[in-house]
């Protein structure tokens, strides 16, 4: 059941939402000259001394009395972790707790309110495949897992620096976690003190941000004058930091999921969302950060103050430091036009022949400036794309020709065709909370991804390879996981985005789409059987790599059994961005699975590797 449903989390979540490089002069963020080249040398060769990470039961576990003095400093907001079913099995069964688990597990939004839930259960499982998930029928008994053993549910940053000191000082496996959507499974880990953000709500809209520490604006040099921003602290989710700038008639660049969190994983890997054509990816908008590092210090991160640390948080990915803060660029309202259809047919060449002549368009689509998202299965292919500043009119002159032309096809539905104008990018949203299900999470999940280079879209060739590769892949693909997404939130701006003054896979700069092959199962399939699912699905998507060289994909819609991770996630990269971690983190506090300098440590991240 929930497989359907998930598909349309992400896809929908990502039906979210695009944009034109619409003339208003502060539209273009790579328009912000004077700023210090903040790409640092690569730094000395460091010997980083690492070493195995203290785990439950082992005498250097700090006592109860020890974690209860830590309690205090925390203001008594530790809490002893349990999976959730907990209170389905025996000997902690109570009828009325778990009536409540049963109600709310598939619910993202119940999810996100529990210490011990993920939003993919698959990432509550230990290495084996232990754990206590509400429909796995172990023995009866309900082990841990990979849920945290404590969480620390931080209200201030003292808390957060109470925490990571502790960590540090006790050698634990920390783990940060926001709203639990990584579909890395970096957000919990066997054995760990979990610093929970999520409740970090702050949202403050400024009209002239100045990054601490920049040079005094002169007569002659106005670079630092400041730009209309917000300012959200860790736990803030996009949709009310979009309900926030709306209010300020401003808008900002953010995610096409309404639920995931705007200060945390999303922009520190990228971010990308329907306005990211027109207005950059979010690491194109990132003005400053305010970090915990790991010895427990909070610095401010810009382009003027730990400028390399800031240069690998626009890109680099999680486990650097914790964002308490972040500061993104904001930019005049627009309203938004949307378009979607929905084509389908029982007979798969009819829409192999819709889904090639979609491709064939993603560069005219690109250059009218709109963003969107297509979701393509055996049967269907759902449309949905947006622009800025558009209106219906020319909507209709860019998309018709494609419902046209699959309308002319005969023996295949079109259904759902919509046009519409929305008066600002919030509108828009509110409209499509009404689409997003409310059950979408609380089963396993897997990806496997691609950012498909411009190029690739510029030849009739090219447009043939592709089309036929995904028919492959789909073939290829488990039964289950036969689906994947076009998610066209490159080029425009995206493109012109700066490779240097980021530490962003520089494929993204060359791409036009990213590819996401979407894997879904309900949580009682064998561990085995997961196993197998995920290794074909890596298998299957190997494919699109065969035909991508040199390209890499998003690292927070990614395989996490992505072959070659280093080159995939952070390419030329990687070896500085490994360097900066060495300096910020030397003793590997954050290190999270596939994150920057987790090849120096085994699998699960618990001991370093040759230990
Ligand atoms: C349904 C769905 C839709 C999505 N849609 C989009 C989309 O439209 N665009 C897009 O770009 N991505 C999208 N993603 C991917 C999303 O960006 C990642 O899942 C991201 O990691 C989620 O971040 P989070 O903080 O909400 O989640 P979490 O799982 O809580 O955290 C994710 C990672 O960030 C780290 N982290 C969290 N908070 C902090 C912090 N304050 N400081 C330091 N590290 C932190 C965690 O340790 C973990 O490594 C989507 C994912 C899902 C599941
Ligand atoms: C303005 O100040 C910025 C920031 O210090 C500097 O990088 C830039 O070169 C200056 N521009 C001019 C024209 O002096
Ligand atoms: C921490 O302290 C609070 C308040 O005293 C208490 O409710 C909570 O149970 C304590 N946490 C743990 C893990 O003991
Ligand atoms: C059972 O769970 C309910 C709801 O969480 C709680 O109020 C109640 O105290 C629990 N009963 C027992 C015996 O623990
Ligand atoms: C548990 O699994 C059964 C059988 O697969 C399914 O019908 C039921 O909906 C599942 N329950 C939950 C809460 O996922
Ligand atoms: C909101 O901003 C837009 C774009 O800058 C502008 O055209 C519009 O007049 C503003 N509306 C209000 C109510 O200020
Ligand atoms: C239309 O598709 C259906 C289902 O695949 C098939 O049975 C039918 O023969 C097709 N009709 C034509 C005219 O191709
Ligand atoms: C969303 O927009 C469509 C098209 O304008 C409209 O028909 C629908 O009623 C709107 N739905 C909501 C919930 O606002």
């Not at 990571?164 to 000082?169: L, P």
Request: proline share 7%; net charge positive.
């Amino acid at each position: 059941m929930p497989l359907s449903l998930f598909q349309l989390a992400i896809l929908i979540s990502a039906t979210l939402i695009a944009l034109v490089a619409a003339a208003a002069p502060d539209l273009d963020p790579t328009k912000n000259s004077g700023r210090p080249d903040q790409r640092p040398p690569p730094p000395p060769p460091s010997t980083p001394r690492l070493k195995c990470k203290c785990q439950p039961n082992q005498p250097c576990w700090p006592t109860p009395s020890t974690w209860a003095t830590f309690n205090a400093t925390v203001s008594g907001r530790l809490i002893a972790t349990t999976p959730v079913a907990r209170p389905c099995y025996r000997p902690s069964y109570n009828a009325t707790a778990c009536a409540a688990v049963q109600q709310g597990y598939h619910y993202e939004t119940w999810r996100q309110q529990q210490p011990g839930a993920f939003q993919y259960t698959n990432w509550e499982l230990g290495p084996n495949g232990q754990g206590c998930l509400l429909n796995r029928s172990s023995t009866g008994s309900c082990d841990q897992g990979a849920v945290p053993v404590y969480t620390v549910k931080a209200a201030t940053v003292d808390d957060v620096q109470a925490t990571v000191r502790f960590a540090h000082q006790h050698n634990l496996k920390l783990v940060v976690k926001n709203t639990g959507h990584d579909l890395l499974g970096r957000s919990t880990a066997v054995g760990s003190l979990s610093l929970w953000v999520f409740f970090m709500k702050k949202i403050q809209v400024v009209d002239a941000f100045v990054p601490e520490g920049a040079p005094i604006p002169s007569e002659e040099n106005t670079t630092t004058k400041g730009v209309g921003a917000v300012v959200l602290e860790a736990g803030v989710v996009w949709m009310d930091a979009y309900k926030a700038v709306d209010e300020h008639n401003r808008t900002v660049s953010g995610g096409g999921a309404q639920t995931v969190g705007t200060s945390g994983g999303f922009c520190q890997s990228g971010g990308h969302g329907p306005l990211s054509p027109s207005l950059g990816l979010c690491v194109d908008n990132v003005l400053q950060y305010k970090v915990v590092t790991a010895d427990g210090a909070l610095r401010v991160v810009n382009a003027y103050q730990h400028a390399d640390l800031f240069w690998a948080m626009r890109g680099g990915g999680p486990g650097f430091g914790v964002v308490v803060e972040a500061v993104y660029r904001t930019h005049p309202a627009v309203t938004m036009s949307y378009f979607q259809v929905m084509v389908s047919s029982e007979d798969r060449s009819l829409l192999a022949k819709v889904l090639r002549e979609l491709y064939a368009r993603q560069i005219e689509w690109s250059n009218a400036g709109w963003a969107g998202y297509a979701t393509v299965n055996r049967n269907y292919v759902a449309l949905a794309y947006m622009r800025p500043n558009s209106d219906v009119a020319s909507a209709r002159k860019t998309f018709g020709p494609l419902v046209a032309y699959a309308r002319g096809l005969g023996n295949l539905t079109l259904e759902q065709e919509i046009y519409s104008d929305f008066p600002s990018y919030y509108a828009l949203f509110l409209n499509m909370t009404s689409l997003v299900p409310e059950i979408n999470a609380g089963f396993g999940s897997t990806l496997g991804s691609r950012l498909i280079p411009r190029t690739i879209f510029e030849t009739d060739q090219g447009v043939d390879k592709l089309a036929n590769t995904m028919l492959q892949v789909q073939d290829e693909s488990p039964p289950s996981t036969d689906r994947y997404a076009i998610v066209s939130v490159a080029g425009g701006a995206v493109a012109r985005g700066s490779s240097k003054e980021t530490s962003l896979h520089p494929a993204w700069r060359k791409a036009l789409v990213l590819v996401l092959v979407v894997g879904g199962w309900e949580e009682s399939l064998s561990w085995k059987d997961q196993l197998k699912l995920q290794r074909t699905l890596t298998k299957a998507t190997d494919k699109l790599r065969a035909i991508t060289p040199g390209s890499g994909t998003y690292l927070n819609e990614a395989d996490p059994n992505e072959p070659n991770f280093k080159q995939s996630f952070y390419g030329p990269n990687y070896k500085t961005l490994k360097g900066i971690k060495n300096k910020y983190d030397p003793k590997g506090l954050f290190v999270c699975r596939l994150c920057v300098g987790s090849d120096d440590w085994n699998r699960d991240e618990m001991c370093p590797r040759h230990h």
